[in-house]
């Protein structure tokens, strides 16, 4: 640190995204990306929209924020788009965040949360999963925070039905509850629709794990009119250009794609199936999921050993030094081939490990 940095940053430890190495020299399944390119459309979008960079993009995002309105079957007004879904979260920390509205959070959840939590000065509880790591959403009514769930959850994978976040919503009538839908289209069911009832509900999603534009950064926020506008003066405080033009346009045209990528992700759904069986197979216990990526624990090898040793032969997946969760690995679901090489990777390794006993 400088002798220049802020007091105030001084105790600051920032969130650790996934490693993103240059060279295409592993098998990469670490930070939940698409396997799959971009949709053809999203390509020629993008590539048309290069040519006026000379311009700022539109600050109201008015032809893509039209689009994602009549995906999500909203009006414009109760939809915001915005720099990557992590983008919202850290306004949504500044506009309904301080001393006197804490937030509460799952304690294994989306390593972001506290981060912003920190960042913002926004005092947080966390609230435990139950021991077969799920979230109890009875631990979540009538609580005297603001709710952030990630929905399905992260890096467990294991999902909530609609009935019980509308539990959690109405049994929280004057708290901000923000369900975080990162991963809702690899078989969760969206409470996207229950923000028309319900004017507490702020629902996040993103395009950047289902919609394979991890890279151009795209999220969304879908609530009441009076939230959206909440989080649009912010928006006008920090970066009124937040969505460049190249994204705006490959936001819009997958949209027009969307059928592309409903079938993308029906193929991870059933690969997920496959690898979470070959992976029962071989010892291990893997939480049910409902995202694309599964949450696994040898019964012979720790979460450390397994991520060293397949990042050693090429493979990349997630470890979480977290206490409760060392001895899991979180595993991104990638094409069938490559869910083929982790499988006979892991056969080796355990293999190896059998002989020198
Ligand atoms: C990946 C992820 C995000 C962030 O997504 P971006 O849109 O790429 O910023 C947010 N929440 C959860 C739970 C995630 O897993």
Redesign the pocket.
């Known amino acids: 640190m400088s002798r220049f940095l802020s007091e105030k940053y001084a105790s600051l430890v920032p969130y650790t995204p996934g490693e993103q190495p240059r060279d295409a020299q592993y098998i990469k399944l670490n930070?939940?990306e698409s396997p799959f390119p971009p949709s053809p459309g999203v390509v020629a979008a993008a590539e048309r929209e290069a040519r006026r960079v000379n311009l700022y993009s539109d600050p109201e995002c008015k032809l893509l924020k039209d689009a994602a309105a009549k995906l999500y079957g909203v009006e414009p007004q109760n939809v915001l788009p915005?720099?990557?879904?992590?983008?919202?979260?850290y306004f949504a920390f500044l506009a309904f965040g301080d001393e006197q509205n804490p937030f509460a959070f799952a304690d294994i959840?989306?390593g972001?949360y506290p981060v912003y939590a920190q960042f913002c000065k926004v005092p947080n509880r966390e609230i435990p999963l139950t021991s077969d790591f799920s979230i109890d959403y009875r631990d979540y009514l009538g609580l005297s925070e603001q709710i952030l769930i990630?929905n399905?959850?992260?890096?467990t994978g294991t999902c909530l039905p609609l009935w019980q976040i509308e539990e959690i919503v109405r049994a929280n009538p004057d708290r901000v509850v923000i369900i975080?839908e990162?991963?809702i289209d690899f078989g969760g069911e969206s409470c996207v629709p229950l923000t028309k009832r319900y004017d507490n509900l702020l629902v996040?999603?993103?395009?950047?794990?289902s919609r394979s534009?991890?890279g151009a950064?795209?999220?969304f926020g879908i609530g009441c009119e009076a939230l959206i506008r909440d989080l649009n003066t912010v928006k006008y405080s920090i970066n009124p250009y937040n969505v460049n033009r190249m994204t705006q346009a490959a936001g819009v045209a997958a949209i027009e794609d969307d059928a592309y990528y409903r079938e993308k992700a029906q193929t991870i759904m059933r690969v997920r199936e496959e690898t979470t069986e070959q992976l029962c197979a071989l010892g291990f216990t893997v939480l049910p999921s409902t995202?694309n990526f599964v949450f696994a624990k040898s019964d012979r090898l720790s979460g450390e050993e397994l991520y060293q040793s397949l990042k050693s032969r090429g493979v990349l997946v997630r470890h979480f030094t977290k206490e409760r969760i060392k001895d899991f690995c979180r595993i991104t679901i990638g094409t069938r081939e490559q869910m083929q090489t982790l499988i006979t990777t892991i056969q080796a390794i355990l293999a190896e490990k059998g002989s020198s006993r």
């Open positions: 930070t939940n915005v720099n990557g879904s992590d983008e919202i979260l959840s989306y972001f990630a399905p959850n992260a890096p975080d990162a991963y996040i999603q993103t395009f950047s794990k534009l991890a950064r795209l999220g995202a």
